[in-house]
């Protein structure tokens, strides 16, 4: 979750990384966990592995994750990503990442290549920095991806 | 948006399948649960661990009002938003005086601007107030110069009292009303503001359950009073501009007479079908919306609560400097 709110707003990194937490009231948010719920329950589901939680895995090969919407895409991938860079840490490496939009009816392969690692440990040495500061980050003020947040309201007001 | 629900029968309140149900010898009735954001129980109702485990899933709080109406606890579940640190610098901000006193006078300041506001209103329609206007803003003031919250207390009185000495003028039926009286209120207009109030304080303290403050720890009254005092802190502000403006008119509309209490044991108290009248119209008013100016959108009164409690959060955790609620319309 770190990586993900990592690649859409600092602020909110900072705030849900010190329980200063606002989605379990948002709309957006209850749509998208009975949509990560209600789909594929034919497949066992969340298989909590470190600190990640995989939304379901298939023939020991791929880990898929189930998402609303495809527009924080971006850091959709780098959550998958980031999961594939903790697995290949146990020594697994032939593992393929799903990426799923059930809603719009999209799948897409996510691998991880050399440049990844880089990514991954630069921006995991960027979180840390960022939850330990003890300055909030300032709202990034962007029309169109914070009205929709669950923090709007707090961030805003 | 979830609502809020009033039981006057008596009855039980059960949990059924993954709902809610009030069962009684004549009728029953299902409440779906997810509409559910509080309760306010007014009868005698009886109900099990099973019910209450289902009310703490869902995160509703019950508020208890005892037979003369006067309210007498809430069932506050376990918190569901806990954050250590939002905790401990609400702690820190109560325990150093600076800090607590900052916020005290903006409680006072912001509560005191919305009763100055309602005079103002009155003021404009023809009856003068201007001498009352002007004193009480003399008092505010001096806000900002006090040492202590004693002192803080000793202003907010002095307008209390220059604000209820109006009331006579504006409300247009024979009230009486001298002063302020409470534990038990000896005029049926003090009874009415009990009531009021207690529905304010406990709709505050249902929007800062649904945050990561701690209801105990408050800055203006003393954690003391064996109550949640936050609430009674945030409640100051909303009291005249959504507790008293109902009180005006409810009693301007002739909603609620003389003949809407009944006098028990020396206690004057609202009949049921009264206190019916006054839920009503205080569920529509905290329904209503007002565009807000920071937010660029529509809230309802009842949010404004919410808000609040942010505001707060933010002041403690140092992101931004808390202002209280004024009135801008």
């Given amino acids: ?157 | 948006m979830k609502r809020s629900y009033y039981l006057f029968s008596n009855g039980e309140l059960k949990r059924r399948d993954n709902s809610l149900i009030i069962k009684n010898t004549r009728t029953s009735k299902y409440i779906p649960v997810e509409d559910v954001n509080q309760i306010y129980v007014f009868g005698e109702i009886s109900f099990n661990s099973k019910l209450t485990n289902f009310l703490f899933q869902n995160n509703i709080t019950v508020h208890f009002f005892n037979y003369y109406g006067y309210y007498s606890g809430s069932f506050y579940p376990r918190e569901n938003l806990l954050s250590g640190d939002v905790h401990l610098k609400q702690a820190v901000n109560h325990l150093n005086f600076h800090k607590r006193l900052l916020i005290a006078k903006e409680f006072i300041n912001s509560a005191s601007f919305n009763i100055s506001r309602n005079l103002k209103y009155y003021n404009r329609k023809g009856i003068t107030l201007e001498f009352q206007i002007k004193e009480i803003d003399f008092l505010r003031k001096k806000i900002n110069n006090v040492n202590s919250i004693e002192e803080l207390m000793g202003i907010e009185g002095n307008i209390r009292k220059i604000y209820y000495s109006t009331w006579d003028f504006f409300i247009n039926q024979n009230i009486n009303f001298k002063k302020r009286e409470k534990h038990p209120p000896k005029n049926w207009i003090n009874s009415l503001i009990s009531f009021i109030n207690s529905l304010i304080y406990t709709t505050t303290l249902t929007e800062i359950y649904h945050t990561h403050l701690d209801p105990t720890i408050s800055f203006l009254h003393s954690p003391s009073e064996r109550r949640y005092s936050l609430s009674l802190d945030i409640s100051e502000i909303f009291k005249p501009i959504v507790g008293d403006r109902l009180i005006f008119s409810l009693l301007n509309k002739n909603m609620i007479t003389h003949e809407s209490f009944i006098e028990e044991f020396n206690h004057i108290i609202l009949k049921d079908s009264a206190k019916k009248i006054i839920l009503k119209e205080f569920d529509e008013r905290l329904k209503q919306t007002i565009k807000h100016k920071k937010l660029n959108k529509k809230v309802s009164y009842r949010r404004l609560f919410r808000l609040e409690c942010y505001k707060l959060e933010k002041h403690v955790t140092e992101d931004t400097k808390y202002e209280g609620f004024k009135i801008w319309w």
């Fill in chain 1, 1 to 157: 979750m770190h990586i993900y709110y990592f690649n859409i707003c600092k602020r909110k990194l900072w705030l849900f990384s010190h329980n200063l937490n606002f989605e379990d009231e948002n709309i957006n948010v209850k749509i998208g966990k009975i949509i990560e719920e209600e789909s594929y329950s034919n497949q066992k589901k969340n298989y909590l592995i470190d600190n990640i939680n995989i939304d379901y895995i298939k023939r020991n090969k791929t880990i898929h994750e189930i998402k609303k919407s495809n527009s924080f895409e971006e850091a959709n991938i780098m959550q998958i990503k980031y999961y594939l860079y903790i697995l290949t840490k146990y020594g697994l490496n032939d593992i393929k990442g799903i990426l799923e939009y059930p809603k719009l009816y999209i799948r897409k392969e996510i691998n991880l290549d050399k440049n990844d690692y880089i990514i991954i440990e630069k921006q995991i040495y960027e979180i840390y920095k960022i939850i330990n500061n003890k300055k909030i980050p300032n709202v990034i003020k962007d029309n169109k991806i914070c009205k929709k947040c669950a923090y709007y309201e707090y961030c805003y007001i």
